[in-house]
């Protein structure tokens, strides 16, 4: 059983462009969440969803984030117009359900130059 | 003041050594409580999971939770180079949102 899968494990992107990240859940689990991580700081939550619906994205910078989880295929965290303050390990996380354990995957960093 | 105040360290201890490292919270919701291990440039790995007061205790790691004065522990016993990583507390009122602290990184010298 794969864990919690993410790609890229790397992305560099120029300030003003879009910047995808990909989130695959493990088998079985419905609930995905998006941290963020920023050099000598914990992991800030962004956002949670189950499939199709956003159930918590009080976390979210209010402009250029977005996150969806669709019905087939993996959660995507969409940054547009990205700028150097943007630059991060962006970490993604799954669990079965409410109030079960959260398994993350091993980030993408996200380089803005 | 922050939700949940963690020592950033560096904490450094021989081999063999038991290590305590620990955490203190504000908000008194708060009933699932976690920690996990962060190797430099990897994910977080599930430690420990816990729900409430009490102990846990699973091989070499022991989770305490002390609701009364919101400070939860995690003991290493025997520790080894290769527990050498980054120590995340984390919690939450009901596992939807975790709050995290900021990590105490542990150094296990031979």
């Known amino acids: 059983n794969a864990g919690v899968m993410q790609n890229p494990r790397h992305l560099v992107r120029r300030r003003g462009q879009e910047a995808r990240l990909r989130c695959s859940p493990m088998k079985g689990h419905s609930h995905v969440y998006w941290y963020r991580q920023l050099p000598e700081e914990g992991l800030k939550f962004m956002v949670y969803?189950?499939?199709?619906?956003?159930?918590?994205e009080s976390g979210m910078p209010k402009e250029r984030f977005s996150a969806e989880f669709p019905k087939e295929g993996p959660s995507i965290l969409r940054i547009q117009q990205v700028v150097r303050g943007d630059s991060a390990a962006y970490f993604c996380?799954?669990?079965?359900?409410?109030?079960?354990?959260?398994?993350f995957g091993q980030g993408t960093r996200l380089t803005v130059v | 003041q922050k939700e949940v105040e963690q020592d950033p360290g560096p904490l450094s201890v021989p081999e063999g050594a038991i290590v305590s490292l620990n955490c203190t919270y504000s908000n008194s919701a708060f009933q699932y409580f976690m920690w996990y291990r962060q190797y430099s440039r990897k994910g977080p790995e599930l430690l420990m999971y816990t729900y409430s007061s009490g102990n846990k205790e699973d091989g070499r790691f022991t989770a305490q939770v002390d609701k009364s004065s919101k400070y939860i522990s995690l003991f290493i016993r025997d520790s080894q180079p290769s527990d050498s990583a980054t120590y995340l507390c984390a919690m939450s009122e009901n596992t939807d949102k975790l709050i995290f602290g900021t990590g105490t990184r542990l150094q296990v010298f031979p």
């Open positions: 996380a799954s669990s079965s359900g409410v109030n079960t354990e959260a398994f």
């Open positions: 969803l189950q499939k199709e619906n956003i159930i918590d």
